[in-house]
């Protein structure tokens, strides 16, 4: 399928509006001369937001409305726990709504001056943002769309067309979509985007990546499990799925994701994405958030905690759990010397930080033991502000199929908060980086402005000939999500751990959607669910400490 436009000297007709969810109100039309280069065609950019999906009514949402429910529900408690929380990012912050929800106390401890964890973002002199990564929401993300729903901000969310769209490599400053039609269910919808795009992949190709899918189709839940112990690279060719599909299709993907290749990552986490969005609608539809996460985002769940009664600060390092005689968690101790206690403790960092923190005592233990494989993988996300409006991209996610870079996006097109109608605001992700982390910013910065100079051809050129960067924003995240390589599944932890009163939530424990926004969030919900399902026992050993207490000289 082709995906040009017809024009020649082209009208970009940029409609953006900033009421609430509706459809885009204004409209700025900017006429530009476009290059004519033969095989090329120009792109139209059309900014406009779509409405929000119908997600509410599928099985995944309800689902997650129940779980949600739940708490709200839940008999008040005669004592409510107050539940210590180490991390605020999306897991910390998830486990804390809802434990406050079931009418618990929680307090929230973060150990940097910013909410968010993995979606933080910061202002710079100038007052523009710069984010810890490029956050799609999807409307196979059941968890999250409820939590926006009861926070009342569905309307922060910015849906957009529902299209994949890949550059051409092969084809400098070119694109090749997938297009998902709205008149049909899944998943014939998502059948139909790959039959129509004849430019990625030939038909035979088609036909032995559908024949190869079959017995994931037809296995289920259980069959995706147990593919964790291969890669990408491994499944495809055991399924007999020429290298091609791989290189043209899944080398993005993957990256995307996980932020590593395919012959590194677990299939387990391919077939989960691509079940949700083959089973769902909507599953691969794609909404930017309409601003900053910490404001948009974060500080509602802030506010709705501190509405019923919890407690959230900055600024606030764990440096040691300290423990009972028995091996249970005493308090914790904060870098500012302040000792909190509480009737529950739950550790919503990353993996990493957790295994730093581990008491000598605990670190045998098989639960805590098996941490030892989940490593967080190193991920670079840029910003970089250009002199000029770049015509050749789509108020879209796009994969950007480079070797260095993962995906990228115009925020200056996508994102109301960071509109701007002259300038272009990229951010990428720059990934794998592994051997990029320890390298300087103006070394990254150029390797990706090389990059570039391929997806954008006729106006970005490496040594800034072209456009001209204005200015930019490297952020360095030598730990992100868990690097989801085959035979992780087992090491997953559940959120309550062996030992009493402590619990753990984070997108690296046990959940069905892997390292994510959703899995996090899914992953708070369920610490608090189990820390609810304990409070008994959990009451009961608050009494025990006040007793021992009372009867201390």
């Not at 960071?418 to 070394?443: G, H, K, R, T």
């Amino acid at each position: 399928m082709s995906l040009c436009f017809s024009v020649s000297e082209s009208a970009f007709n940029l409609r953006y509006g900033f009421r609430d969810s509706e459809p885009m109100g204004q409209s700025l039309k900017i006429r530009v001369k476009t290059g004519t280069r033969k095989g090329f065609c120009p792109s139209k950019v059309v900014c406009v937001d779509y409405p929000r999906p119908d997600i509410d009514n599928t099985s995944n949402f309800l689902e997650a409305a129940y779980l949600s429910s739940s708490f709200r529900t839940s008999p008040r408690p005669s004592k409510p726990l107050k539940v210590v929380i180490a991390g605020a990012g999306l897991a910390g912050l998830s486990t804390a709504k809802y434990l406050a929800d079931a009418g618990h106390k929680p307090l929230l401890l973060e150990a940097r001056d910013v909410l968010g964890g993995k979606v933080a973002a910061w202002k710079d002199g100038d007052g523009n943002w710069y984010e810890t990564g490029l956050h799609i929401f999807f409307g196979a993300y059941p968890n999250i769309q409820n939590l926006f729903g009861e926070l009342g901000i569905n309307d922060r969310l910015q849906w957009k067309e529902h299209s994949m769209i890949f550059a051409m490599p092969n084809k400098p400053g070119e694109f090749s979509r997938f297009d998902f039609p709205e008149v049909l269910p899944a998943p014939l919808n998502g059948i139909l985007a790959i039959l129509r795009n004849n430019e990625m992949l030939t038909w035979p190709e088609k036909v032995k990546f559908a024949v190869g899918l079959l017995p994931a189709i037809i296995g289920g839940q259980a069959y995706v499990e147990a593919q964790d112990g291969l890669t990408v690279q491994e499944w495809m060719r055991k399924q007999g799925v020429p290298d091609r599909v791989t290189t043209e299709v899944f080398i993005a993907m993957s990256k995307a994701l996980n932020f590593i290749n395919p012959d590194e990552l677990s299939m387990q986490c391919i077939l989960i994405a691509l079940n949700r969005f083959l089973q769902e609608k909507h599953g691969s539809k794609m909404a930017f958030l309409d601003g900053n996460p910490p404001e948009r985002l974060c500080l509602p769940i802030v506010e709705h905690i501190q509405s019923l009664g919890g407690e959230v600060r900055l600024n606030s390092r764990v440096q040691k759990i300290e423990l009972n005689d028995d091996g249970t968690v005493k308090n914790f101790l904060l870098t500012n010397g302040n000792v909190v206690d509480g009737d529950a403790y739950v550790f919503a960092t990353p993996v990493d930080i957790l295994k730093l923190q581990l008491p000598e005592n605990w670190k045998e233990m098989a639960y805590f033991k098996r941490l030892e494989k989940l490593v967080g993988v190193p991920v670079i996300n840029i910003h970089i502000w250009f002199d000029r409006k770049l015509k050749n991209t789509y108020d879209h996610l796009l994969f950007s199929r480079s070797s260095l870079l993962s995906v990228y996006a115009d925020m200056s097109l996508t994102c109301k908060e960071y509109y701007n109608p002259n300038q272009s605001m990229l951010e990428l992700v720059f990934a794998p980086a592994e051997e990029w982390i320890s390298c300087s910013d103006s070394e990254i910065i150029d390797a990706t402005m090389k990059e570039l100079a391929k997806l954008f051809p006729d106006e970005i050129s490496a040594d800034q000939s072209k456009a001209k960067i204005v200015k930019y924003h490297v952020v360095k995240t030598p730990r992100s999500v868990y690097k989801t390589i085959p035979n992780c599944e087992p090491c997953r932890p559940l959120q309550r751990s062996p030992v009493e009163g402590f619990y753990l939530a984070g997108d690296y424990t046990k959940q069905k959607y892997l390292a994510s926004m959703e899995g996090a969030v899914l992953s708070g919900k369920l610490c608090a669910q189990a820390i609810v399902q304990d409070y008994v026992l959990l009451a009961a050993r608050g009494k025990g400490r006040l007793a021992e207490a009372s009867m201390c000289p």
